[in-house]
């Protein structure tokens, strides 16, 4: 089955500069990375994804890159803020209409100081 | 307001004592899936359903047990709980069918004593 792993577990950045997690997954056959963001205490929710067919996106402040043949794909948050702060959670599946085969990464905990 | 309503919030149990978490869903969603959330481990799938009356374990099923018997629920079932069953439990849900966004619940805090 697949296998994420995600780097760092904890990240500290000054308000106002970048930040960026990185993961790697194991299937190639992998084909949909979401991003999805833990804020304390609350839900976890999906901040951005991207297709095996796209190399970038990006909506705002936040990115995602990902190198197919590396099998590594990474989040990059510019300009940080406070409200930035909380446990990312990077994922990979294979196929379309496959959620139930979401394997997740085991999470960096950013924190953003003023 | 589409959501994902999981019950209870908070659980604290002793051993043994058969226990079940509720989770329902208003989006006419066709896949639901149960995780546990433990610290350095991230998230990891305990079951999932495709559909009504259509179940299959996860990467960590032992100890639990679910059913599918209605589109909107998927209750999630410990027959004998255990202390390494603490843990953040959410459940979520997903229209599939090309689209993968998972709606989480609002997580259950078990506690096994």
């Known amino acids: 089955g697949e296998n994420v792993e995600q780097h760092p577990s904890t990240l500290s950045v000054q308000e106002g500069d970048s930040a960026v997690i990185k993961c790697t997954y194991s299937?190639?056959?992998?084909?949909?990375f979401p991003w999805y963001k833990q804020e304390l205490g609350k839900r976890p929710q999906l901040i951005i994804d991207i297709r095996s067919n796209v190399g970038e996106k990006k909506d705002q402040r936040i990115a995602v890159t990902l190198n197919k043949t590396a099998k590594h794909f990474s989040l990059h948050i510019t300009e940080t803020q406070p409200e930035d702060s909380a446990v990312y959670f990077c994922?990979?599946?294979?196929?379309?209409?496959?959620?139930?085969?979401?394997?997740f990464g085991t999470g960096t905990r950013l924190q953003v100081t003023l | 307001e589409a959501q994902v309503t999981q019950n209870p919030r908070y659980l604290i149990t002793v051993t043994g004592k058969k226990l079940t978490v509720t989770c329902s869903q208003n989006m006419n969603h066709e896949y639901m899936s149960w995780y546990r959330q433990d610290p350095g481990l991230g998230l990891r799938q305990i079951y999932y359903?495709?559909?009504?009356?259509?179940?299959d374990k996860g990467d960590v099923p032992e100890g639990y047990k679910v059913s599918r018997k209605e589109k909107r629920n998927f209750p999630l079932i410990l027959e004998s709980p255990s202390p390494n069953q603490t843990s953040l439990y959410f459940c979520?849900?997903?229209?599939?069918?090309?689209?993968?966004?998972?709606?989480f619940g609002s997580g259950t805090q078990l506690s096994v004593l």
């Open positions: 299937d190639s056959a992998s084909n949909y």
């Open positions: 359903s495709m559909n009504v009356e259509v179940t």
């Open positions: 994922a990979a599946t294979r196929g379309t209409g496959t959620a139930s085969k979401l394997t």
């Open positions: 979520a849900s997903s229209s599939g069918q090309d689209n993968e966004k998972l709606f």
